[in-house]
């Protein structure tokens, strides 16, 4: 939002459940963040993620503000950084995360605009108050609050690593000289894995809703593209008789057999893509664990990569879209599939490898993860394998 400040517009500005920005309109740089609380600060950005808390709203004047922040832009156009960014020791948790976390979060960890966005809504609450008084108390309260609101166990804890690691990088930065939550634990809860692997039937089921979506998808592309020739207009690109009608049934069947995440899939360009060698690799610089891994492919997902190939010509990525949501829902419904989300494809690939057999730690490597323990969600599908161990011991 980017209006003429004036003292009634500030005042008119009412705090909403999620902290916000209004920008002035006369000087570049000068913007009001209004959070839930209601206190409102004046901030002014001299660059994409550097910005600084400079006074506030009732305390100091618009025009204050304006010369304030000029003058600091101008620093900064000058010599790089403003002399005001020369303060490194923050006053409160929200000068701390504005000026400190949020550009280093942006450019180091994997989710940064996800997180960033929950550390805003759960704890803008606490912005106003000086760094060093975060306590384990104002957490529990937080902790409690959740709870009674029906939010589960999982998810809070979730909410206190994020907060447990903007706090520690205050710590490392030496704005605190000892972590405040140190000696608050995260909730106990069960760590039973939902594993949700397609049945037999539901499989076949799924499929046959693919084939069917596509044939619908083109003979609706043969119908356009009659009505558009007898009219004169161009024709849309046609589709092969075993082409597919859109992105969702090669990322589907590719996902199905390599175990890949929907992010991973989004991302692969054809350059990672070896299909004479039935290899696909998976860079570090979007996978999960931030290291490259090379995914086998099988003969079903070669075979889908070299059709969706000749039908998409010389796009840079696989598959350039942004969601799949919609059409993965429609897709489900006429498939009868229930309670399925799209990473549960990535657990039918593993579940399907250990009930065939395949050792855990191989299906590790292939789903990227760190460590054995993820990988230990799939072990109950192979009861064989514990039986057999059992049955060495002799009487």
Known sequence: MRIKLTPAKLAKA?????????HDAEVRGLLVRVQPSGVKSFIVSWRRGRRK???RVGVHTIEQMRLKAKRIVIDAEEHGEPSIAERKRAGTLGEFYIDHFKSHAKAHHKDADGNLKAIETEFGHLFDRPLASVSPFDFEKYRQKKLKAGVKPQTINRHFDRLHALLAKAVDWKHLSKHPLEDLKRAKVDEEHRVRFLSDDEEKRLRKALAARDAKMRRERESANKWRKARGYPLFPEVAEDGFGDHLTPMVLVSMNTGMRRGELRQIAWADVDLSHGVVTIRGGYAKSRRTRHVPLNAEAVDVLHR????????????????????????????????????????????????????????????????????????????????????????
Request: net charge positive; glycine share 4%.
């Open 14 to 22: 009412a705090p909403a459940k999620r902290p916000y920005e209004i």
């Open 53 to 55: 808390v400079i006074g």
């Open 308 to 395: 969706w190939k000749r039908q998409t010509g010389e796009a840079e990525r696989v598959f350039g879209i942004a969601r799949v949501d919609k059409a993965w829902k429609a897709l489900l419904k006429v498939a009868k599939v229930s309670e399925f989300r799209w990473h549960d494809l990535r657990h039918h690939f593993a579940s399907r490898l250990v009930m065939a057999g395949v050792d855990l730690n191989t299906v590790r490597e292939l789903l990227g993860h760190a460590d054995l323990s993820m990988t230990l969600r799939y072990a109950h599908l192979a009861p064989e394998h514990k039986a057999a161990a059992v049955a060495r011991l002799v009487a």
